[in-house]
């Protein structure tokens, strides 16, 4: 037998969820010959030859012939249409909308902006790659929010910080004379989705990429980007005037460093016509900022807001700050310092806050900041790279997540005033609204390393045009698209997709925990007590002690619940009632209290944690029953990750129990096995882990 070569592989992994896999069925087949005779588009805009392009890729795939492409219909029908319609409104959701229909035996793809066709076209051969039929569509669609961006934590030197899918995609020491391929398909994916910027390196920022030299590179990618109807954002050293400069101080009310900027961003245009702006990470963990000068967050968003006066551009600041102190409460941080600044921002400055108050948790209560600066533009900031969620071998559908958040109710205008509508501008008529997923992309040549973590940059994508969508649904069309045609199939890997984060959340961080890490944030360290900062130990977060378990933020504690409306304070305050996901959120709670669920606090965590565990089993059992329904390769790397998740699944589960259970001082319930390792031997397991 001739061993297959190794290097013809199917690309079943880089080409995500565009494969136009030829369709199969003969009927769905014939109908949609009717309608792609040819594609016709008025103009030669290079967005507008994206969109063509792709509608032209998507049919040569799907039905095996190269369609071509003209300036217009000539009256002629069975064609596809790209139409410029009148630009009615000054609202830019209406202007990046679309609308497909058939029209006079066309199908008609219409918007008032080139890159509105490219969305619809995207639209267009979605509904095609489901199968879905051509006579009767009609779709119409528009964004909800302005700003959809991917922020990419990419050092110049190749790594990415908490990226798990090999090195950055973008390969400076080549830029920009050589340009990689891949940017190319890295734009139609996301503009696929709607997404229309990308902040290319790290918010812990180097200072070069101020320079000359790099935003010739970065005006290189900008250049591939363009015509996918995507900015290139950068983030910034907010001490570059020093360090690049050569100033005396980075003070941004020292006249010198306003006019260094002035300077800076100007050159930037120069290269860059359409450069999106930049994003800031100040005065947060160990990051120079305004602060280092006694001035405000607001002080120094405005500085660079002023320097992008005479452009398009924005300015991101980001509102994750928190302050080393022992007695206090990090959740309570970003509200502290951000909302006395309410007003104070220049309208040119987006303020991004990260979902939760702590940071990308499996599970946090929405920030408190949202509904709580109704002045400021509040742009959404969520993390679809794992940092907290297992890497690249968890399967965790992070649909949930964002949902979750988007659709907590704030109730700081009353009923119905949910984060979703804080972000979207609608409750406080924001003009500038932005939606950001840190990104888990790499150089990996399925882009994501877990296969099914394609699906989180897709939901986040899809979420940023229309929050409205369900986790469901999402899920439903990225298998569709992505893994298998076959409806049974469908249903069972939406089903397990739409567990996987509560399955992840019970054997991780139960019942409100969190943090139960240091170090690299994947390897259990819940014993973690000591740091150079009493905020990076574990035991900060769980106050796990002999009376109990969980941070009181009552009033009897930090009162961190103050910083929500009486409504949401209602929800969690009363131990007795408060969701048991929050729980010990919230509350520090004796380890003998019966729960909702009739169980003590004891037992309910150690029943979480071994369900969590062992569902991962149902996990694989659910994946294998799917075999013949995926690609050989994905299948195979699924199955493989899919145990890996298992074994460290029990690795948390053991460290959790055996951890709590030296403070609890019960024996484990006797219907669970106890775990082969003891204590001592679990930590020496992390030890050896997190050797260098
Ligand atoms: C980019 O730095 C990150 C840091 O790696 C990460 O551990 C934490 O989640 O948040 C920081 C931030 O969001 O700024």
Redesign the pocket.
């Known amino acids: 037998q001739i061993k297959k070569d190794a290097f013809a592989v199917t690309d079943d992994g880089y080409r995500l969820w565009l494969k136009y896999d030829p369709i199969a069925d003969v009927g769905v087949k014939k109908e949609y010959q009717k309608f792609t005779q040819f594609i016709a588009a008025p103009s030669a805009n290079p967005v507008v030859k994206s969109a063509t392009d792709e509608v032209q890729q998507g049919l040569s795939g799907l039905l095996g012939k190269v369609v071509p492409v003209v300036l217009s219909a000539k009256g002629q029908s069975g064609g596809i249409v790209l139409t410029l319609v009148t630009d009615k409104s000054q609202d830019f959701a209406n202007k990046e909308g679309y609308s497909i229909e058939t029209v006079q035996g066309n199908i008609r793809v219409s918007s008032e902006s080139e890159v509105g066709l490219l969305y619809g076209s995207f639209a267009l051969l979605r509904h095609m790659q489901t199968l879905q039929s051509l006579s009767a569509i009609t779709l119409r669609s528009s964004p909800k929010v302005r700003y959809r961006m991917l922020n990419h ?1 990419d050092n110049h030197d190749g790594t990415i ?2 990226g798990y899918a090999g090195s950055s995609l973008w390969k400076w020491y080549e830029l920009p004379e050589r340009i990689d391929p891949r940017y190319r398909d890295y734009a139609r994916a996301n503009a696929s989705l709607g997404i229309n910027g990308s902040v290319l390196n ?3 920022a180097s200072a070069r990429f101020m320079s000359a030299e790099y935003i010739e590179k970065v005006a290189a990618i900008a250049n591939v980007f363009r015509p996918y109807g995507i900015k290139v954002y950068l983030s910034v050293y907010f001490a570059a005037p020093k360090t690049l400069g050569g100033l005396g101080t980075s003070d941004p009310l020292n006249p010198q460093v306003q006019a260094w900027w002035a300077a800076k961003v100007k050159e930037i245009y120069q290269y860059i016509p359409d450069f999106g702006g930049f994003l800031v ?1 100040a005065n ?2 160990g ?1 120079p900022g305004p602060q280092d000068y006694g001035r405000t967050h607001a002080d120094g968003a405005n500085m660079l807001a002023a320097a992008f006066k005479p452009y398009d551009g924005v300015v991101i600041w ?1 509102a ?1 700050v928190y302050k080393s102190d022992p007695k206090g409460d990090r959740f309570k941080a970003a509200y502290e310092e951000f909302t006395p600044l309410d007003g104070q921002f220049d309208e040119k400055v987006i303020v991004q806050v ?1 979902n939760g108050p702590i ?2 948790q499996p599970r946090e209560p929405f920030s408190p900041l949202f509904g709580n600066m109704p002045k400021t533009p509040l742009g959404m ?1 969520f ?1 679809l790279t794992q ?2 969620l297992g890497f690249a071998t968890h399967a965790v559908y992070e649909a949930p997540i964002f949902k979750e958040c988007l659709d907590a109710d704030t109730y700081v205008n009353g009923k119905g005033s949910t984060v979703a509508r804080i972000v979207d501008g609608t409750l406080h008529g924001y003009a500038r609204t932005a939606m950001a997923g ?1 990104a888990n992309t790499g150089s990996v040549r399925n882009w994501t390393g877990h296969p099914l973590a394609q699906a989180n940059w897709y939901a986040f994508g899809r979420l940023t045009w229309d929050h409205q969508l369900s986790s469901e649904q999402i899920a439903r069309e990225w298998v569709a698209l992505t893994l298998t045609k076959d409806k049974k199939a469908n249903t069972q890997i939406v089903n397990m997709m739409l567990h996987s984060r509560d399955i992840y959340v019970d054997y991780n961080t139960p019942l409100g925990l969190s943090r139960p890490w240091t170090g690299v ?1 994947f390897a259990p360290e819940p014993w973690q007590n000591r740091s150079s900062r009493p905020d990076w130990t574990a035991v900060y977060y769980h106050k796990a002690d002999s009376v109990g378990l969980g941070f009181d933020r009552t009033a009897n504690g930090s009162n961190a619940l103050a910083q929500y409306r009486p409504e949401v304070q209602r929800q969690w305050s009363n131990p007795d009632s408060c969701p048991l996901p929050y729980l010990l959120w919230f509350h520090h709670v004796s380890w003998d209290k019966k729960l909702s669920t009739g169980q003590t606090l004891w037992h309910e965590v150690c029943s979480r944690l071994y369900a969590g565990a062992d569902s991962v089993l149902w996990m694989q059992q659910q994946w294998d029953q799917v075999k013949a329904h995926i690609n050989p390769e994905t299948f195979a790397d699924v199955e493989a990750r899919l145990r890996t998740q298992h074994k460290e699944a029990i690795w948390w589960r053991n460290a959790w129990v055996l951890y709590l259970q030296s403070f609890a001082r019960q024996p484990i319930p006797p219907k669970f096995k106890k775990p082969e390792q003891t204590l001592e031997q679990v930590i020496k397991s992390v030890d050896v882990y997190l050797l260098r």
């Open positions: 934590w910080e908490r790290n918010v812990n990470k947060s963990e990051e980001r994750f990260k940071d990308f900031e993390q940092e907290y840190v944030h």
